[in-house]
């Protein structure tokens, strides 16, 4: 199993910038990729970014390129997503995710997900 844990959301103001970190644990030899994704109320959770576990490669939805940095610190096992010159509609949960085989772009190529953690932009 693989566990993850996400933090660092919360109210903002337009034009902000925030860092989400993403704590991986259990058996993290079996990941390939972590995922962000995010989900506004009653729309669906979409992909923004992705990273491979080796930390190589990087995938990014072209909604966000230019404004979301994906990056990952080895040692603590945590994955972060950094967003800048917040916008009103990324107001959302943001969710990390891990999977075992590929760079998916699809939630449903994530077997393991954590909680979320909630941003919210004020303008």
């Known amino acids: 199993q693989v566990q993850l844990v996400e933090s660092g959301g919360g109210l903002v103001q337009a034009g902000d910038s925030l860092r989400l970190s993403c704590v991986v644990s259990?058996?993290?030899?079996?990941?390939?990729?972590v995922g962000w994704f995010r989900q506004a109320p009653g729309k669906e959770r979409d992909f923004v970014a992705a990273?491979?576990?080796?930390?190589?490669?990087?995938y990014f939805a072209d909604s966000v390129k230019g404004r979301y940095t994906v990056s990952r610190e080895a040692a603590k096992n945590t994955v972060f997503l950094q967003i800048d010159s917040l916008k009103s509609e990324d107001t959302a949960g943001y969710y990390c995710?891990?999977?075992?085989?590929?760079?998916?772009?699809?939630?449903?190529?994530?077997?393991?997900w954590g909680q979320g953690t909630q941003v919210t932009v004020s303008s």
């Open positions: 995710a891990a999977s075992s085989v590929g760079v998916p772009r699809s939630s449903s190529g994530y077997q393991y």
């Open positions: 259990g058996r993290t030899f079996s990941i390939n990729a």
């Open positions: 990273i491979t576990w080796s930390g190589g490669w990087l």
